[in-house]
């Protein structure tokens, strides 16, 4: 009886997987050799020459999002870059402006570390450290030390407190 019952469900959970209507398929792909040969263009959207002419009020509709008065000054202050920067190239992209990897948190393990054992000297030594190339960027090593110093104050409080 008891070995009947594993069977039964292999069986049942068999055939559960053979009815599904999920299928697994593949396919040929065939390139088209007068489609590889067309050039591919950016949108306009991408192109510095287009955002050196919008306005703030098209910038807001384009994005989404409204300005307020310190964001409209700033706005202004890249499209100057920008345009002085198109002189030098002429067919500069938005996305030149914009590094992906840069945004991204990485936790360092060596400040968080020093801020699970020397607390509060570690978020010091964080915020009054100089970057040097190769390091990890400032942002990232001050959340780390912060994530660290939570667990100095969890771990101390555990201790000192039961």
């Known amino acids: 009886m008891r070995k009947e019952i594993p069977a039964c469900c292999g069986i049942f959970i068999l055939l559960i997987l053979l009815n599904s209507q ?6 040929f792909l065939k390139i088209n050799q ?9 949108p ?30 700033y706005f202004k202050v890249v499209q100057h ?20 990897k840069k945004d991204k948190f990485k936790i360092s393990v060596l400040w968080f570390v020093i801020g699970v054992f020397i607390g509060p000297f570690g978020i010091i030594a964080a915020y009054t ?14 959340i780390s030390v912060w994530l660290g110093f939570l667990a100095f104050i969890i771990w101390f409080g555990y201790f000192f407190l039961f």
């Open 22 to 27: 999920n299928s697994f398929s593949f396919s």
């Open 44 to 73: 306009d959207y991408l192109k510095a020459s287009s955002f050196v002419h919008m306005s703030a009020r098209q910038f807001e509709a384009a994005s989404g999002t409204k300005l307020n008065f310190f964001e409209k000054i």
């Open 129 to 142: 450290s100089r970057q040097t190339k190769g390091e990890v960027s400032k942002k990232n090593k001050i």
């Open 34 to 42: 007068s489609a590889a040969k067309t050039n591919i263009t950016t």
């Open 81 to 100: 870059k920008v345009r002085r920067d198109l002189r030098i190239n002429p067919d500069l992209l938005i996305t030149d402006y914009y590094d992906q």
